[in-house]
């Protein structure tokens, strides 16, 4: 079975463009992202839909009649890496293969995509071994990275974020044991919304003015006292609530920003045969491909 990936960065649209095909074709979502596998962090992550009818599941929602599988499926406090949530990916995945129902994934983050595709190596995790790597600085980790490999490499990881450099650290020190990730009889078809930084930009920018108006510093502070250490306050718009008190919407749009331009970068490394700078044309060739 072929499946169509929308990838793209933060404030592209796919989300939206992906419900408008899924409800055309009769078809469910599956959404690849880290923070809105979350239950409760609807407002910073982009999953609060106010003028939607949206019905609220164990692992997905239901908007305007269209499943948006990947939300909700986890607490807070949950220890989440990219293996724990491709098997979840994989189960959705394989219950649409088996019951020949029509699936579009969306996905911003590059490295869980070429995961899930089988692209990237892995090891099973030794727990003391990132214990340990868990309780080094970022720059200490990535002096480690240094001496794994060499900087052309280096130049394809993501070295600021933390939990990448581990993942990779972790799987360099044990290369006897790789794997990779494999889900049989399906073939993945990206279609990459490469929009302007302009536009980009501008969306976010309306991306936090709405986030801000809508509430996201009380979901914050709600959820701060149930879950103190969850790993989400380290991420995108969190960090800024947590570690900021004053100039919050400017610093919450630089930093996405820059989050946008990392993921532009990454998606420049990936081996993408249809490239779009417009939704239109992105969803007329989806419909040419698949209806």
């Not at 581990?166 to 078809?189: A, M, P, R």
């Not at 879950?227 to 919050?248: M, V």
Request: positive net charge; hydrophobic residues 35%; aromatic residues 12%.
């Amino acid at each position: 079975m072929k499946i169509p990936v929308i990838l793209g960065p933060t404030c592209s649209g796919k989300t939206s463009l992906a419900l408008e095909i899924a409800k055309e074709l009769n078809w469910d979502t599956l959404s690849i992202d880290s923070r809105q596998v979350f239950k409760d962090l609807d407002i910073g992550t982009g999953k609060f839909k106010e003028e939607s009818d949206v019905q609220k599941f164990e692992g997905y929602w239901e908007v305007e009649g269209v499943k948006i599988w990947g939300y909700d499926v986890y607490n807070l406090d949950y220890e989440l890496n990219v293996l724990k949530y491709c098997e979840f990916c994989r189960e959705v995945i394989t219950r649409y293969v088996k019951n020949k129902k029509g699936l579009i994934i969306t996905c911003g983050t590059g490295f869980y995509l070429d995961f899930l595709m089988g692209r990237v190596k892995y090891t099973d995790i030794n727990l003391k071994k990132k214990q340990e790597l868990d309780s080094k600085t970022l720059i200490e980790l990535n002096e480690i990275l240094a001496k794994l490999l060499p900087s052309e490499e280096i130049q394809k990881i993501d070295t600021k974020n933390k939990r990448r450099v581990i993942t990779k650290i972790l799987s360099l020190e044990n290369k006897e044991n790789y794997q990779t990730f494999l889900i049989k009889g399906v073939e993945f078809e990206i279609y990459y919304l490469n929009q302007s930084r302009e536009i980009l930009y501008k969306n976010a920018d309306s991306f936090i003015d709405m986030i801000i108006k809508k509430g996201v510093v009380n979901e914050y502070n709600n959820l701060l006292e149930k879950f103190p250490l969850a790993k989400a306050w380290d991420g995108l718009i969190y960090s800024e609530i947590k570690n900021f008190d004053t100039d919050l919407s400017q610093r919450m749009k630089y930093s996405i920003h820059a989050y946008i331009r990392r993921q532009q970068t990454y998606f420049k490394k990936m081996d993408l045969k249809y490239v779009f700078d417009n939704s239109k044309s992105l969803k007329d060739k989806i419909y040419i491909n698949f209806k």
